[in-house]
């Protein structure tokens, strides 16, 4: 997965991949020539007392060592540029693939999850690219041109290679592998303890009103301490493996020195020699050390690589139709009129055994309003969800003007409706911006005018920086009541066909209710409206109430009818308001 | 440049108090005192230890050398020549330097091979020195480790104690993700770093001294060869760091911004895409996402010359020892395992100087995330309890709030010389429309603020003189938002239950009855088991908010708050909750904050609140008699026409002060 993934990311950057390798070649094959030359210095310039010997081959030691730099630099400069296009160009798929997601697979993930995996897993992937373009591949031609030119320097000593190589990968893989499960946990108990402080910080007003402040101290120490166990489990085996690693390479030392006396004194071997087969030694059991801490990382970003293919494998269940029907086709008189029928439509979640929504059929007349009102969980929500392709029917159909709502653009069916969702969410910048994003290019008297539709301009007015104010991500800056009063003017300044109110006046004191009510009527004169509420109030002046249990409708009429002849509304219209005040 | 500092050259312009920071973090560490002494000294033996070994194993190269050259003087001379003959030997045949190098050995004897015996005494005391040093590293990793570790989570459990005593105040002030950012990713990092780096940088520092003094031992003057390398690290790996910082800098600060856009899109995803901007939503994710790439290319590639710049430096070490070094050997002012021991000290020297370059980022970023942290455990925090308090005992439920004065801004007062009377029992219903001070009110009485004038008591009691565990703990709230805990329900339900209180099942059951839990949960799964996930994402907003009135039943305080706690209930719902209310209200004390008025004809008091004030304050009979603030709000929930409605408003904005 993660071969397949980085592979199929570096494709535009293969000639500076190659060029790359080159490079690292060069500066390693540099670097392996040194101690051959210094073997030189002693051997033929030391020894001899040739004076003049040392100095050329000193210089010449340095214009190798020079090259080797500049090609060394060149390959972290390639590494590094090519290493962070990956990063960039994965985020970018990712980001793309998501924004075409229809609100099914975006809860399949997780929103959380998501950005999880755009960021940190990118850059998981992305650090282990960089250290095998800066570091790793130099690991197997180190470890080859270190064998060949130990070879080179003495076949027979060289088979002390066969000794200590695999013990020094044995030590250091016994403890890598060892340490693998404890990194493996230590992830999971740092999301622990993030997930408990982040409950803390969110639910600081409920910890303190319950004065449970000792209890969530406990639930943290205990998390603490386990993060701390394993912490301590992994920190104790990497306290052994540098100290080992260590040893290993010094004792091998000896072992050269001593194997290698023999030679000297057999005259098979010069003194120069030996030094530079120390040199060679230490190079090929650095290759080794490198080899076996690069296998650690490997796991992680694997793991990271998978969660990023999940997504970039997961396709849309909302797709573009190939030949969309043109809006203009659809157009009464005065362009789209924006009637929404739902015919015999049912929706089940992906994996549900019961559909949430069964059977529904009904039309929304423009300039009429159509509400929805039932008990939670009653499949209001999916319900109006349906009509932008937030998600897909799963029999039955929605249709706008007669045309199937998957037979139209995403463009174009976006420009039909206005939705303002149960949660009244702004996006960060201004209230202008968020304004524009209702209408891209709405002038300042536009905004004006759907705020105050919207019943926010009184407050939008109070600011100092008015329209520019600033709004912080989410909205915490506006209260519950004034998001939801401009998540309404955002949604009232594009004039679409179809007004759809998630349960959007919730947070509204009664009064401003009525205001903004009232404010929409002359608006939305000739828009479908449907609006989904619990206050019978907000709703009771509607053309066509229908009643929604368990996904199913059970009544349908207006007030005066329902009130008459259905129980369940008229048992929701009891609890909110007493019988001679309803009639 | 008048400053001391830039004169000195510093290597960075900081936007930070490094050293002042990295102070802090010592004292962090203070009660690891005896740890780090014993590791320091540890780290000393261990580092003296290996730095001799190459010493010794030059003497090994020495008298594999002598052997070498005895041999080769073999081939000329007799057997039995000492070392003088040899050596005036050779200045008779005119061969000056190799009687020089030959006299400088003392050892050679001529015709004799390696000394096999020397050898392997040599060797057996490297090999003893190897294992010594390899015994007191691995104790010192070990120390460092528990040192660290131990420290970290001291730090932690600091902060964590700290979030307990910052006032709602100061929290709500600030954004929660940036603090949540100070709690989760700065203290992973400030372990991260702490442990990756501060084991290296003692070894290090160490191996630097260590070294330096066996390299003066050895040949002062090849010392001071290689010691010219050592400012021109220092340099380069300064201007190096001096480049990198800045992009370092900018690709967290890119990071975060993407972050926080990729957030913002993801979560606001339904809307982005039906009010069609996945395209704005690309284009700004492209500059974001261009501003990271083009930061981190610049911080990893520049920071990833120290690496080879180092070794350039230490290969031109190498050089210059080779050559000094072989001249000397051969004017026979130095043997050859000096060399061969000098070169080897040579790259045990300017590795750890590359490792301390490398880590200096890590180090930097470790530093920035620590004060980051600091300034969170330096934050104010609430007055301290008064000592001794007031206790209280037989609690009758009794508030009042006389005189009161408070507001969130000192230029904007909010409340203003509030007076409200709760008796045991009653239950005081306030309505107002949005902002004006009605959660305010219940801040107040939660002590979650401090009121800035008048007071408010409980039983008589100035709450200011009980402690805040006292008053919470009489208090039972169930918030507008909803907040539960990962854990299964049923902990979550017992989660206000005070100290010491057994609920029996009877009672737990008949809790989540009287709130309509019951019904639903008997339909999950795993029924009271269920494991709630972050959010609580399983449940509907309307079980959630039955959850956390259920929470409150049993928690089983004399007074009650509930703000707007049913507007996410269904009204059939909201029917069973009402009856489960009235039954919990009953000889309690209850605040109710709700735009339902339904929620609130039942009660005793009703207080209309506007800006901050109380304008009318009676019963629901009263108060529509009165025709006031009161009876417009009511009218408009029933009598819906326009112009009626619109003039009832202008009405309650005139009446507003």
Redesign the interface.
Known sequence: MLVALVRRYLRPYQGAVVLLLLLQLV?TLG?LY?PSL?AD??DQ???L???GY??RT?GW??AV??A??LC??GA??L???A???L??DL??DL??S??Q???RE?DGFG??S??TR??NDVQQVMMVV?MTF?VMVMAPIMMVGGVVMALREDPTLSRLLLVVVPILGAAVGLIMWRMVPYFRGMQAR?DV?????????????????????ER??QR??AA??R??DV??GA??L???A???V??IM??S??AV??F???E????EL??GS??AFLSYIMFILMAVMMSTMMVMMVPRAAVAAGRISDVLGTRSTVVEPAEPVALASLAGDQGPRGRVSFASVEYGYPGADEPVLHDLTFTAEPGRTTAII?????GKTTLL?LV?R?FDVTGGSVSIDGVDVRDLS??DL??L?G?V??KA?L??GTVADNLR??K?DATEAEMWAALEVAQARD?VEALPEGLHAPV???G?TF????RQRLAIA?AVI?RPRIYLFDDSF???????D??L??AL?PRTADASVIVVA????TI??ADQILVLDHGRIVGRGTHTELLESNE?YA??VT???SLE?AA | MSHPHAAAGMPTAKPMDFSGSLRRFATTMRPERARVVLLTLCGVVSVALTVTGPKILGDATNVIFEGFVGQLLGRTMPAGTTTQEAVAALRASGDDSQADMVAAMGDVVPGQGVDVDRLAQILGVVVLIYVGAFAFGWLQARLMTVAVQNTVRRLRDDVEAKLHRIPLSHVDKQARGDILSRVTNDIDNVAQSTTQTLAQLVTSLLTVVGVLAMMFWISWVLALVALVTVPLSVVLTMAIAKRSQPQFVEQWAATGRLNAHVEEMFTGHALVKVYGRQQDAARTFARENEAVYDATRRSQFISGTIQPSMGFLANLNYVLVAVIGGLRVASGQLSIGDVQAFIQYSRQFTQPLTQVASMMNLLQSGVASAERVYELLDAPEQDPDPVPARELTDVRGRVEFSGVSFSYDPQEPLIKDLDLVAEPGQTVAIVGPTGAGKTTLVNLLMRFYEIDGGRITLDGVDTRELTRRALRSRIGMVLQDTWLFRGTIEENLRYGVRDGTEVSTETFLEATRATSVDPFVRTLPDGYDTVLDDEGTALSAGEKQLLTIARAFLADPEILVLDEATSSVDTRTEVLVQQAMNALRSGRTAFVIAHRLSTIRDADVIVVMEHGRIVEQGDHDDLLAADGAYARLYASQFVAPVVEESEAVQDVRTAAP
């Open positions: 500066a670097s040194l210094n210095i002693v310039g030391v020894t007392g040739d004076t040392i100095m000193g030691m340095l060592s020079l080797q730099v060394a630099i972290v400069y590494g590094a540029r290493a962070t296009a990063g960039r985020r970018r980001f793309d998501v924004q997601f229809s609100a975006l929103a959380p998501l950005i755009t960021t960089l800066t740092i303890i993030n997930a408990v402080l982040r409950e803390q910080i969110t639910g600081m007003r409920v910890v303190r009103a319950f004065v449970r402040e969530e101290a943290f120490g603490n301490t993060l701390y912490s301590l920190g104790k990497m306290a052994l540098f100290p080992t260590m040893l010094s004792l030392q000896v020195l001593w290698g006396a023999g000297v004194s057999a005259g010069q003194v030996l030094m039932g008990s939670t969980g009653a969800n932008p937030l995403l463009h976006g420009s409706t939705l969702p149960q969410f996006f960060s994003y209702g891209g407050f912080s991500q989410g915490t209260s519950g009541g004034q955002r594009r919730s947070a509204l004191d009664y009064a401003t009525a205001r009510r009232a009527r619990q206050r019978v109030a009771r002046d369940t048992e929701i609890s909110q308001m005040e």
